[in-house]
């Protein structure tokens, strides 16, 4: 059986230099079993697998997997997902806007000009941490201590750390050991950390996602929900200014973030590409 599959570029605006994502366009019919399996083969950080709404307000469904099991939502796959579908001519109940369902519910992914995405980022409940693992898990002490680090629950768990400014966190340099232990002891899928740039730049923050999978340190290449999770812990504080992000430069990639805030919503937006369109024998 073959099935439409793509593989796009996310919080990019042009291919290989933001995070891929694999979209299996129609999962009906796949067992648990399988879709682990292709999300095993793909190899990619997630890979996602399209299914009818079973909310009527919804546009369509998704099921969203690593290769170590399920999330209940993922903000690349979420705009990868939405791209892959509006490319192929995917009806939407609403002009300007797609709606995803996913397991944390109803996820809204605005149109923008030009073809930019973004997702109104969920609500999170965000939980202050600190730990002495950090200075070593990270081989640095360059926080920044006007801000508490932070673990953000939105569905995926994210350790927000602050540090001193954006160089401090290129420089950071992970031990796999004690990353480990930390993301063990604050129950976390992932640590990111987050610094200032210099006045002048186009974009306002560095960050970096660091994660640890299968006893191997990972690096993500750009995260929307850890940015996502970073927007609410910025809006706890008061901080509703729109700003831009910068992921990716320590792995040579060049992910970008725009983030706004519209009252109550947070919008989560980037470009997207396709790099492969095609089909996938199931």
């Known amino acids: 059986m073959k099935v439409a599959f793509k593989q796009v570029d996310v919080f990019t605006s042009s291919a290989?230099?933001?995070n891929p994502l694999a979209v299996i366009m129609d999962a009906q019919g796949l067992s648990d079993e399988q879709l682990a399996a292709i999300a095993r083969w793909t190899n990619l950080s997630e890979t996602t697998f399209v299914?009818?709404?079973q909310d009527a307000q919804a546009d369509y469904r998704v099921r969203i997997f690593t290769v170590e099991g399920e999330l209940p939502f993922a903000g690349h796959p979420t705009l990868g997902t939405a791209h892959a579908l509006l490319e192929a001519g995917w009806p939407t109940k609403t002009p300007g806007e797609i709606v995803q369902e996913c397991g944390v519910g109803n996820v809204t992914v605005k149109i923008g000009a030009g073809g930019a995405l973004a997702f109104a980022a969920p609500a999170?409940?965000?939980?202050?941490y600190n730990d002495?693992?950090?200075?070593?898990?990270?081989?640095s002490d360059a926080f920044d201590h006007t801000h508490s680090a932070t673990v953000a629950d939105m569905g995926i768990r994210w350790l927000l750390i602050p540090m001193i400014s954006a160089d401090a966190v290129l420089a950071i340099q992970p031990d796999v050991s004690d990353m480990q232990r930390l993301k063990?002891?604050?129950?976390?899928?992932?640590?990111?950390?987050?610094g200032r740039?210099?006045?002048?730049?186009?974009?306002q923050y560095e960050v970096r996602g660091l994660l640890v999978e299968n006893g191997s340190l990972t690096e993500d290449p750009i995260t929307g929900s850890a940015n996502a999770c970073l927007a609410r812990y910025f809006a706890a504080q008061g901080q509703?200014?729109?700003?831009?992000?910068?992921?990716?430069?320590?792995?040579q990639r060049a992910g970008r973030v725009q983030v706004d805030f519209d009252g109550e919503r947070i919008w989560i937006g980037g470009n997207t590409v396709t790099v492969i369109d095609g089909t996938i024998q199931l």
């Open 16 to 18: 290989f230099n933001g």
């Open 124 to 128: 999170a409940t965000l939980t202050p």
């Open 132 to 139: 002495a693992l950090m200075s070593s898990a990270l081989n």
């Open 184 to 194: 063990k002891h604050a129950g976390v899928n992932g640590v990111m950390v987050f």
């Open 240 to 251: 509703i200014s729109a700003y831009r992000v910068r992921q990716g430069t320590a792995i």
């Open 51 to 53: 299914l009818p709404p």
């Open 197 to 203: 740039l210099p006045e002048g730049e186009a974009e």
